[in-house]
């Protein structure tokens, strides 16, 4: 309950400099008025805020505990959030495993997966879309620097109704997750 008896000296604090700090009377009516109210009252709402958090910390635990749980997940999971390049670098060591396989022995679904990303990558339609938490890789329907008109015309686009057709790949906590479900047994002889 130490928390509590913070929150009441915080405010009290925040009541003593408020009366002892005034501006002088050539800065009334002025824009540096404006401006101290308006920082003044900013500091005042937050604060309040800070301690309403804090004492309904203490009256519902388990629900601050899920709120700082959900919260730390979302800060972790963008913090390992994985980009193009890793992508691409995951791609390299995949088809650099594939490779030092004889074709008769790859798995013809792993080997078809990496030739339609190869393919994708040649033609310059595979896209990347980060989302904070995870990252869609996903194939669009023409070149970034096609100047043709059906690629320029808003109505021959990706829509957002069918935009789950064209993802392929989901990046999240440092790993593709279909990438590495297909190559999980890119050797069928392998034990």
Known sequence: M?????????????????????????FKDTFVEKWFKYWNGLVRDYSEVAIGVVKETYTKPKKS??????????YK????????????TVLRRQTNR????APELQNRVSADYL??????????KLRFL???????????LYAEDD???P???????????????RVIDVGFCNEFWRLKWKMRDYDVNFL
């Open 65 to 74: 505990l899920a709120y700082g749980t959900g919260i730390l997940c979302m």
């Open 77 to 88: 999971a963008a913090q390992h959030n994985p980009d193009d390049e890793a992508f691409m």
């Open 147 to 149: 100047c043709t008109y």
């Open 151 to 165: 690629a320029i015309c808003e109505f021959t686009k990706v829509g957002y109704l069918n935009f789950h057709e």
């Open 98 to 101: 594939m490779i030092m396989v």
């Open 115 to 124: 030739l339609m990303l190869e393919r994708a990558i040649n033609q310059k």
């Open 130 to 140: 980060s989302l904070g938490i995870c990252t869609l890789v996903w194939v669009d």
């Open 2 to 26: 130490s928390l509590m008896r913070v929150g009441g000296r915080v405010t009290a604090l925040r009541q003593k400099l408020g009366d002892k700090f005034v501006l002088p009377e050539r």
